[in-house]
């Protein structure tokens, strides 16, 4: 089942009236003055103003988007601090139109850094390993004495990062986003191949946001203290807050029923001008035993209503709202939040502040209000978590859609705009704006091919033959894609790839085709990895190929019934993310970088020497 534009806004409107009332909570948490026998005023506070609730409904009609969450949590100061929190919900959580509630479960994405930086955090402060086991650790133990296996491509960079360095994203290491993926080894073979993954900076000398890091600090509490990361989370701040609901078992998540489907655009492609139909992402886009690589950097699958237990902790210093025991020291809370590596040095808008990096933090401010936040985004999901830590004010905002970045943000500004008496801004006009820019420059990123394009310095029916090997990004075998149906061999003799002609007839592909310019010499690569399952190269000119990164879980679907038993449609998206020879930067910083070994096989061609290409040349950018 598909849900297209016209039919999903007609089933919004309606929906929104009746979930948003539908569940709505206002409860009171305890603060530790409880504990002293203070009587304490209960009242619940109005958190979310009919005009907000009214606010909220109009954007998610204007973005179209799907199901929402919003938490806030808000402490009164008195004699005492009162806290109270409230729940709202709106539209669908799952294909089958089922609603969003409290206790609906959303991939909260990069959110759950947080997590991994408090685990290291408490893992520093745990006395039973300095005392017992003398090891002895603080937030600037250089990586290499816990984790010997840990090297950089420069060794000298690699045995001077620090927990710090890695927490507030000072490696040197750029983005590298596509070199993850479901690895058999776990976290110690992604640790194994980061020694092959090209720096961009110097240790400390800059902020370069990286998933792949925060993966491999995951491994901390396996070496420490034996354990898995997501078992010491769950025993360590799962249990004692009652996040009952929270996991990073997609499994679980699944059996349980609760889990709201991520929504995505099939077939999108901005730059020229498709918005693509929203569809569900059935099955969630990891699937059970794929989860643990990206568990430290984005895996926690969580409800509104443990979050609310979640931020009231932080909100009170590592304690737990009800027993007002500690859960977290203080000193872990106070220092995840201190500001690090500067993550934004010019502020984007005039109400906004310069941005800190601490470890799964930023901190900034917003009209002169202190802001602690996160934002969170993976296929078909988007998050906002924030905290306002002098106004006793938390923000919590999660959406099943992937395109609801802007909204998500628009939401959080307009709650804490009236609860903190600050001036309205029309956020949602900005972001409207900043939407079509994005469009446009999408659009003008396009660079036509030239009348007349030089060939490759290597037939593309040689290419077409060989494999390019890389320790990280894997074995890379192009499939050319041939000017007719006709068959999958390839022109002057050369055998192609055995699995050439089953890729190109398969049904993922066809749509690919069907969406490419196939006068142009055109090449489709299976890449396999957790944000991607298939690469296009299109030739521009020499040895120049502009490349979009795809994926689809049609083969997923069809292995796990999905397909079978009509749940849902298959997906694919990714057109939007194509790098072209004027993205030079995108591509060094974010995507593909290192030298790919090129091994070509003997045969009808005859034996051709096995070179080294430098991949983002060999994919149109220089050398970085």
């Not at 016209?6 to 929104?16: R, V």
């Not at 004692?240 to 997609?250: A, C, H, R």
């Not at 988007?382 to 802007?406: C, H, T, W, Y």
């Amino acid at each position: 089942m598909s849900i297209r534009s016209s039919d999903m806004k007609q089933f919004f409107l309606l929906a929104l009236v009746a979930v948003s009332s539908a569940f709505t909570f206002q409860t009171p948490l305890l603060d530790d003055s409880s504990q002293d026998g203070v009587h304490i005023d209960l009242k619940p506070l109005p958190l979310i103003s009919e005009r907000t609730e009214k606010y909220i409904r109009t954007l998610l009609d204007k973005w179209n988007s799907t199901g929402l969450s919003v938490a806030v949590i808000r402490g009164e100061n008195t004699l005492t601090t009162v806290w109270s929190h409230e729940i709202r919900s709106y539209s669908i959580a799952q294909v089958d139109g089922s609603p969003v509630t409290p206790d609906s479960v959303f991939a909260i994405a990069s959110n759950s850094k947080l997590f991994l930086a408090i685990s290291i955090g408490l893992l520093i402060s745990n006395k039973t390993l300095a005392e017992e086991r003398g090891i002895s650790l603080t937030w600037f133990t250089k990586v290499r004495d816990i984790i010997p296996e840990w090297r950089m491509m420069d060794e000298d960079m690699g045995r001077r990062v620090t927990l710090q360095d890695m927490l507030s994203h000072r490696t040197g290491l750029p983005r590298h986003d596509y070199a993850e993926a479901p690895f058999k080894g776990g976290i110690s073979e992604l640790i194994s191949t980061m020694r092959y993954l090209r720096s961009s900076a110097e240790v400390r000398e800059t902020f370069q946001y990286n998933n792949l890091i925060y993966e491999v600090l995951s491994y901390l509490p396996q070496v420490l203290v034996n354990q898995t990361f997501e078992t010491y989370v769950s025993q360590h701040l799962f249990g004692p807050l009652n996040m009952t609901s929270s996991t990073f078992s997609v499994a679980q998540a699944e059996e349980r029923g609760t889990m709201a489907h991520g929504f995505q655009r099939d077939m999108q492609d901005l730059a020229n001008r498709k918005n693509g139909t929203l569809i569900p992402t059935v099955p969630y886009f990891i699937r059970p035993g794929e989860e643990k690589i990206l568990a430290g950097a984005g895996g926690v699958l969580t409800s509104a209503r443990d979050m609310v237990s979640w931020m009231t902790m932080l909100m009170i210093e590592g304690r737990h709202p009800i027993t007002n025991k500690t859960i977290v020291p203080e000193e872990v809370i106070k220092h995840v939040t201190h500001g690090v590596s500067v993550s934004k040095g010019v502020p984007e808008f005039p109400e906004l502040s310069v941005e800190a990096y601490g470890a799964g933090q930023r901190r900034l401010s917003y009209q002169g209000h202190d802001v602690i936040e996160h934002g969170g985004s993976l296929p078909g999901y988007k998050s906002q978590i924030s905290r306002f830590p002098d106004d006793n004010l938390g923000i919590i905002v999660m959406s099943n859609e992937a395109n609801a970045g802007f909204l998500v943000k628009a939401v959080k500004f307009r709650i804490a705009e009236e609860l903190l008496g600050l001036k309205e801004v029309n956020w949602n006009a900005r972001f409207e704006q900043q939407y079509r820019e994005s469009i446009e420059a999408k659009a003008k990123r396009i660079i036509q091919r030239p009348a007349l394009p030089e060939p490759p310095s290597q037939p593309f029916s040689s290419l077409a033959v060989a494999t390019f090997v890389h320790t990280t990004y894997g074995s890379l075998k192009p499939c050319l894609v041939p000017e007719t149906a006709s068959g999958a061999k390839q022109a002057l003799g050369n055998i192609p790839h055995e699995h050439c002609e089953g890729l190109l007839k398969s049904k993922t592909v066809q749509r690919i085709l069907g969406a490419s310019d196939l006068s142009i010499p055109t090449f489709i690569i299976p890449f396999k990895r957790t944000m991607s399952t298939h690469l296009r190269l299109s030739h521009f000119s020499g040895n120049l190929f502009n490349v979009t990164v795809l994926w689809s879980n049609a083969e997923v679907r069809e292995r796990e019934g999905y397909s079978r038993n009509g749940v849902g449609d298959d997906l694919l998206t990714g057109f939007d993310e194509r790098f072209h020879i004027a993205q030079l930067q995108c591509i060094v910083r974010h995507c593909l970088m290192g030298t790919y070994s090129v091994v070509y096989p003997t045969g009808p061609v005859g034996p051709l020497n096995s070179s080294n290409y430098r991949f983002p040349y060999w994919w149109g950018v220089a050398d970085g």
